[in-house]
C-alpha cells in the first residue's frame, strides 16, 4: 500500500500546550509521548514519532484506510517547552515541513516566535498554520486571533502559508489540514551520491530475559538525507562511541557495522532512498545503542564522512532581537571567549569562539561534530540560565 507513495517528514511545532500531541494523535490515532515522565508531566520532552498514509475518499481526506492512497507522513512531535530548545532544534534538522499550532485561545507566544525563526535556522520553507482549540473561543475571538497571525507572518518565508482552524481535541476540521498536507512540495531526492543518515534516536529494542540466539542488534532511528540504504550494507556511525577515560578525558571510536534490518514504522524494506522516518536495525550490541545513546551521530558508507572536529567556522545570520524571552531584548553582537551552543545535525555541542572576522565565526567544541560543508547550524547563546536561538548559520 504504501510502495511509490510520495514521503514527507513534518515537524509539528508551537509553544508549550497549545495541542501539538493532540493534535497528532486527532490526525493518526497515536499519541506520541511515550516516555513515562512525559506522560507524568503532560509535555513532549524527546522527539516523538507517528506516521500515516493520506487517503481521499470521494470529497474528503482521512488517515483510516478508506479510498485512494495519497500520500505517507511522518510526524515528528517536537517540545514546546523553552528548557527543551536544544531538542527542538534537533527535530528540525530531520524534517522538510512544518506545523506551527497556535491555540486560538492564547495566540502567539514566545516560543511560537522562537520555533519559527528555528525553521528558518534550519531552512524550513514548507509551512502550515494551524489555529488550534477553535472550540474554547467565540467568531469574534477566532477572528482576532486569525489577524494576529496573519500580521505575525507578514513579510516572512510563511506569509501565504494556510492557516486552518481546528479542534483537535473534538477532532473537528482535520480534513482540510490533511488536504493541505497532500499539497505540501516533497523536497527533490538526492540518491545518486553516497549515503547520509542522521541519528535521531538510538534503542535497544530487546526485551528483559531475551535469549542470546534471538536477540535483535541496536538499531537507530532517523532521516536519510541523501543517497541510498540497503540490508547487507557495511556502514560507519560518527562520532560514534563514546569513552571516558581515566582522568575524565572523552575520546570517541567509530563505529562500523552492517545493516541486518530497514524499517519504515513497522513494515520492514530491502533499500530505502530519502524521505520518510526509518529504523535501521544493525548488528551492533544493543548496549551500544541503549537508551539514545547515538543519537546526534550521522551514519553512511566506510570511508565516505569526514573525520569528526573540534573546530567549526560558520557564516552567521544573527537575529536583531531574542524571540523567546517575554520582553525580546536586543541580540548583543557575538564576542571571542563566549560561550554559544550550535545545533549541527541531530546534535548538540557548546563551542568557545576563538575568532570573529565580520559575519564569520570559529569556535572550539566541547563535544566534536561530523562537519558537512554548506549544512545549517542554529546558534543559542546562555540568556538568563535558558538558551535563546539568536541566529544561524553554513558550515564553512
Known amino acids: 500500500m504504501r510502495k511509490n507513495l510520495p514521503e514527507i517528514n513534518i515537524g509539528v511545532v508551537g509553544h508549550i500546550d497549545h495541542g501539538k500531541t493532540t493534535l497528532l494523535s486527532s490526525l493518526t490515532g497515536k499519541y506520541t509521548d511515550t516516555h513515562s515522565e512525559e506522560l507524568k508531566r503532560g509535555i513532549t520532552i524527546k522527539l516523538g514519532y507517528t506516521e500515516a498514509i493520506i487517503y481521499k475518499d470521494k470529497n474528503s481526506y482521512n488517515t483510516k484506510g478508506e479510498g485512494t492512497a495519497l500520500r505517507y507522513v511522518s510526524f515528528i512531535d517536537t517540545p514546546g517547552h523553552e528548557m527543551l530548545m536544544a531538542t527542538m532544534l534537533s527535530g528540525a534538522a530531520i524534517i522538510n515541513a512544518a506545523i506551527i499550532v497556535v491555540a486560538a485561545n492564547e495566540g502567539i507566544k514566545p516560543q511560537t516566535r522562537e520555533h519559527f525563526m528555528a525553521l528558518q535556522a534550519k531552512n524550513i520553507k514548507n509551512i502550515i498554520i494551524v489555529q488550534n482549540k477553535i472550540d474554547l473561543v467565540s467568531k469574534e475571538q477566532a477572528l482576532k486571533n486569525y489577524k494576529e497571525i496573519k500580521e505575525f507572518l507578514k513579510g516572512t518565508i510563511a506569509e501565504n502559508a494556510p492557516i486552518i482552524p481546528i479542534s483537535a481535541q473534538q477532532g473537528i476540521n482535520t480534513d482540510t489540514l490533511l488536504e ?4 505540501l512540495e516533497i523536497p527533490k531526492l ?3 551520491t553516497e549515503p547520509i543518515f542522521l541519528v535521531a534516536r538510538s534503542f535497544d529494542i530487546n ?12 538499531v537507530l532511528g532517523g532521516i536519510l538525507k541523501k543517497g541510498k540504504l540497503t540490508i547487507g550494507q557495511q556502514i560507519e556511525i560518527k562520532p560514534g562511541l563514546n569513552i571516558k ?3 575524565g578525558e572523552m575520546t570517541y571510536q567509530t563505529l562500523v557495522t552492517k545493516i541486518i534490518s530497514l ?18 536495525e544493525t548488528g551492533l550490541d544493543p548496549f551500544l545503542t541503549k537508551a539514545d545513546s547515538l543519537t546526534g551521530c550521522v551514519v553512511s558508507t566506510k570511508g565516505t564522512l569526514p573525520e569528526i ?3 567549526i567556522k560558520i557564516k552567521s545570520n544573527i537575529f536583531k532581537e531574542v524571540l523567546g524571552a517575554k520582553e525580546q531584548p536586543k541580540v548583543e553582537p557575538i564576542e571571542t571567549r563566549e560561550m554559544l551552543m550550535l545545533s549541527i545535525n541531530t546534535t548538540i555541542s557548546v563551542g568557545t569562539v576563538k575568532k570573529i572576522d565580520k559575519d564569520e565565526i570559529e569556535l572550539s567544541l566541547n563535544i566534536p561534530g561530523v562537519l ?5 547550524v542554529g546558534i543559542a547563546r546562555n540568556i538568563d540560565g535558558h538558551w535563546r536561538l539568536i541566529g544561524f548559520g553554513k558550515i564553512l
Open 180 to 183: 493541505e498536507i497532500t499539497k
Open 263 to 280: 524499517y519504515k514504522g513497522k513494515e520492514s524494506i530491502d533499500e530505502t532512498e530519502p524521505g520518510a522516518s526509518i529504523s535501521i
Open 245 to 247: 577515560k581515566p582522568h
Open 207 to 218: 526485551k528483559p530475559g531475551t535469549t542470546i540466539d534471538k536477540l535483535n542488534g541496536g
Open 372 to 376: 558537512l560543508k554548506g549544512d545549517q
Open 309 to 311: 572536529s573540534y573546530n
Open 190 to 192: 538526492d540518491i545518486d
